[in-house]
T-cell receptor, first 110, second 113 residues
Framework: DTAVSQTPKYLVTQMGNDKSIKCEQN?????MYWYKQDSKKFLKIMFS???????INETVPNRFSPKSPDKAHLNLHINSLELGDSAVYFC?????????FGPGTRLTVL | DQQVKQNSPSLSVQEGRISILNCDYT??????FLWYKKYPAEGPTFLIS?????DKNEDGRFTVFLNKSAKHLSLHIVPSQPGDSAVYFC????????????FGTGTRLTIIP
């Protein structure tokens, strides 16, 4: 039974398109996150939500808009995709300190 | 500015021997440290953590040591097994819980049978 799941696993799209990545956790955690792993394999925080409220926004362009319909879901919508958005995006959730990660979504922008 | 650094991008260790992975940090506000293991095409998996009030935490074959004055931590794996081959990330956060993790760039560990 998957604890943190993401869909899709792979996403290939053209520049300028709008796309969404979905994340769901069944751990009962209050806090969810989005991280980006770039081409240099560097994992960096993008957003954090606690109980559907935005807590952290790490100077991410406003083309990226997270949406949390309930505390088990944190979706990431990206408008006007650019080549530099190509990366692996990881969703995570936590109760306190340890964060549990989803399998990642590899986004390729052509 | 890289606040968490793993200076060894790769490490090879004979099966059965000890693997030692190192991590340095610069931000003295970090109070909680974690190690994650990552296989290709999977998300990072939590391994072990340590609070800044401790200098050692052990869980089975895995031990994490923290030297707060040197801003240095290390992960020891003994004995190393082939299934330990993966990329290991060091991460740090504040001590209030539910805070962002700041990750190092990872060390690829290869266990040689």
């Amino acid at each position: 039974d998957t604890a943190v799941s993401q869909t899709p696993k792979y996403l290939v799209t053209q520049m300028g398109n709008d796309k969404s990545i979905k994340c769901e956790q069944n751990l009962g955690h209050d806090t969810m996150y989005w991280y980006k792993q770039d081409s240099k394999k560097f994992l960096k925080i993008m957003f954090s939500y606690n109980n559907k409220e935005l807590i952290i926004n790490e100077t991410v362009p406003n083309r990226f808009s997270p949406k949390s319909p309930d505390k088990a879901h944190l979706n990431l919508h990206i408008n006007s995709l650019e080549l530099g958005d190509s990366a692996v995006y990881f969703c995570a959730s936590s109760h306190l300190y340890e964060q549990f990660f989803g399998p990642g979504t590899r986004l390729t922008v052509l | 500015d890289q606040q968490v650094k793993q200076n060894s991008p790769s490490l090879s260790v004979q099966e059965g021997r000890i693997s030692i992975l190192n991590c340095d940090y610069t931000n003295s506000m970090f109070d909680y440290f974690l190690w994650y293991k990552k296989y290709p095409a999977e998300g990072p998996t939590f391994l072990i953590s340590i609070s800044s009030i401790k200098d050692k935490n052990e869980d089975g074959r895995f031990t994490v040591f923290l030297n707060k004055s040197a801003k240095h931590l290390s992960l020891h794996i003994v004995p190393s097994q082939p299934g330990d081959s993966a990329v290991y990330f060091c991460a740090a956060s504040g001590n209030f819980g539910n805070e962002k993790l700041t990750f190092g760039t990872g060390t690829r560990l290869t266990i040689i049978p």
